[in-house]
């Protein structure tokens, strides 16, 4: 069986994914959070970027990225899902509103494979569920 490597924006989702819940863990904010471990991640200077889109995002329009998860994820509140899916959610929609220019696709199937990765079993099909339903919503005609 193949292998197959990630791609750099892959890397650069991982890392926006694990300064998210790192944030999330300790409650710190999220630019202080990629503040301090920027230097670590040696990323390119087009993956610095798409973290910093995201992050960006998610310190000016945290409640907002919050509000749209809660209404997709319909009968889970935010606080009662896995610290793993909300954070892989909350990075997918942060990129779904800052980042118009990537296709909503390709989007969701990162932020599916990053909750398989780092979920639980159930994690891809639940962050799917709530992402395809969500993506609809903003991304109208998209999908």
Request: hydrophobic letters at 40%; charged letters at 35%; glycine letters at 6%.
């Given at each position: 069986m ?10 650069a989702?991982?890392?926006?994914f694990r300064?998210?819940y ?8 999220f ?7 920027r ?13 910093d889109?995201?992050i960006?995002h998610?310190?000016r329009?945290?409640?907002?990225v919050?509000s749209?998860?809660?209404?997709a994820?319909?009968?889970w509140?935010l606080?009662?899902?896995s610290?793993t ?19 909503a696709?390709v989007?969701l199937?990162e932020?599916i ?6 979920g639980?079993d ?9 992402l ?5 919503r903003?991304r109208?005609g998209?999908l």
């Amino acid at each position: 069986m193949k292998k197959v490597t990630a791609g750099p924006r892959r890397r650069a989702r991982e890392v926006a994914f694990r300064v998210a819940y790192q944030a999330d863990a300790t409650g710190d904010g999220f630019a202080e959070t990629w503040r301090l471990r920027r230097p670590e991640e040696k990323l390119n200077p087009d993956q610095v970027e798409l973290v910093d889109d995201v992050i960006r995002h998610l310190e000016r329009a945290g409640a907002e990225v919050d509000s749209e998860l809660s209404q997709a994820a319909r009968n889970w509140k935010l606080e009662r899902l896995s610290a793993t899916d909300r954070s892989v959610l909350r990075v997918a929609v942060a990129e779904l509103m800052c980042r118009t220019g990537t296709p909503a696709r390709v989007i969701l199937d990162e932020a599916i494979d990053l909750a398989r990765t780092y979920g639980s079993d159930e994690s891809g099909r639940f962050v799917n569920g709530v992402l395809d339903t969500l993506a609809r919503r903003v991304r109208p005609g998209e999908l």
